[in-house]
């Protein structure tokens, strides 16, 4: 199996992760201080992580405050659960325009992203199961993967989807590399 990972998550430093998932775990709103002072980091090298996370689209300022993206918390659960398969009996079916299973269980992110991007399954029915909310609601109970399934639920372009599933699944690939 082959992944692209975008140039994005390649170019990001250990240290930019981890102010990265600093601003993720303390939720609010910080200042170019705060984040002084709850990184140990020198000031020049705050700023050089600060500028390639808003250059990246990780986090955002707004009046000198910094906070994390709505991309950001995306990857970041990624990250948690991009790994995560669930039980033969939880895994999603899908359903051709009959109603009738397709023979094929989708049990994590991923086989989702391969079902989606090679055609295992159709991108109707694919967009139909959004719409409907029965992939979105398997998403969010049975992997808990929340930021994904809100930020796919009001698309209806199969080249949005599959662009939301490789920034889901690409930060975790380059993660555990």
Not at 54 to 64: A, L, P, R, S, T
Not at 76 to 104: C, M, N, Q, W
Not at 150 to 162: A, F, G, M
Request: charged share 25%; proline share 2%.
């Amino acid at each position: 199996m082959y992944y692209t990972i975008s140039r994005e998550c390649v170019t990001m430093g250990m240290s930019s992760k981890r102010l990265l998932k600093l601003l993720s775990n303390v939720g609010t709103e910080l200042s170019f201080n705060d984040l002084l002072t709850m990184s140990g980091l020198s000031p020049s090298t705050l700023r050089k992580y600060i500028k390639e996370l808003v250059e990246m689209g990780y986090i955002v300022e707004k009046n000198g405050r910094y906070v994390i993206s709505e991309k950001a918390k995306l990857v970041l659960e990624g990250e948690k659960l991009g790994h995560k398969i669930v039980s033969r009996d939880a895994a999603y079916l899908f359903t051709d325009e009959k109603g009738l299973p397709l023979p094929l269980m989708i049990d994590s992110v991923e086989k989702l992203y391969i079902a989606v991007k090679y055609g295992f399954v159709s991108p109707e029915i694919v967009v139909e199961h959004i719409a409907r909310g029965y992939l979105t609601k398997w998403l969010s109970e049975a992997l808990g993967a929340h930021i994904l399934a809100k930020h796919i639920s009001n698309t209806k372009n199969i080249e949005e989807i599959l662009k939301i599933l490789e920034e889901y699944i690409e930060y975790h690939v380059q993660a555990t590399r």
